[in-house]
């Protein structure tokens, strides 16, 4: 798949998120949308990971382009805004997924598979943004994960900058499940739980499981807490 995103920190980062998922190859990254239109010519990427916000050319033309030059190439946006003047002129360009940048691990490498699989991947937001446009009655809920949302919500409530999805992997640890059975129970790739459980460890300064455990038990993130 290629990357393009203008931010280099950003773009390297995703670069290697997006290595590190599994079965998946970034054969490219580009800083703008005409990069990303050039390369992906060249290159011939399944799926394409594009930002919207891009100088020279933006992600929206990028993705009319791409649909028009490669048909058989997936658009998957994954920007900072969910607004309905991102969401709705990204999707009618052709892009087949949307997402935020606050996604885990587990939802891009879900939404990278589909949309190269010839479905749809749509953050829950932009999913009830689009019922809301469709049904005026509707309205997108308060609480709705979205890029302010998910920031100061249940994230904002878990010690040392945790994940949800990382307190879920935490969790299971403490309940005494194996690598395997963690990716059994979450349907997720070894490397992606290798992933989140080195990142665990880096936040909360263990060094095995056992101080994974204890301290999950510390901070009330066991199952017998939520039981």
């Avoid at 891009?108 to 949309?115: G, K, P």
């Avoid at 999913?127 to 809920?141: E, G, H, N, W």
């Avoid at 100061?152 to 900058?161: E, I, R, Y």
């Amino acid at each position: 798949m290629l990357v393009a995103d203008d931010q280099r920190v950003v773009r390297d980062g995703l670069v290697l998120l997006v290595g590190m998922l599994d079965g998946i190859e970034v054969v490219g990254a580009a800083r703008n949308g005409t990069d990303a239109v050039e390369l992906a010519e060249r290159l011939r990427p399944d799926v394409v990971l594009m930002d919207l916000d891009m100088p020279v050319l933006g992600g929206v033309a990028a993705t009319e382009l791409l649909r028009e030059r490669l048909p058989d190439t997936a658009v998957l946006v994954l920007t900072t805004y969910a607004d309905d003047d991102s969401v709705f002129p990204a999707l009618r360009a052709g892009a087949r997924g949307y997402l935020t940048k606050d996604a885990d691990d587990d939802q891009v490498e879900a939404a990278i598979h589909n949309v190269h699989g010839g479905r749809t991947w749509l953050d829950p937001v932009v999913q009830a943004r689009l019922v809301a446009a469709i049904q005026p009655d509707a309205r997108v809920p308060a609480n709705s994960p979205s890029q302010q949302g998910r920031s100061q919500g249940t994230a904002a409530q878990l010690p040392d900058g945790l994940t949800p999805r990382e307190a879920e992997v935490l969790t299971l640890i403490a309940d005494g499940l194996s690598n395997a059975q963690i990716c059994a129970r979450l349907v997720v790739s070894q490397a992606t739980v290798k992933t989140h459980i080195n990142r665990i460890f880096t936040k909360i300064g263990a060094t095995d499981r056992a101080q994974a455990v204890r301290y999950a038990y510390r901070n009330d993130l066991t199952t017998e807490r939520s039981t």
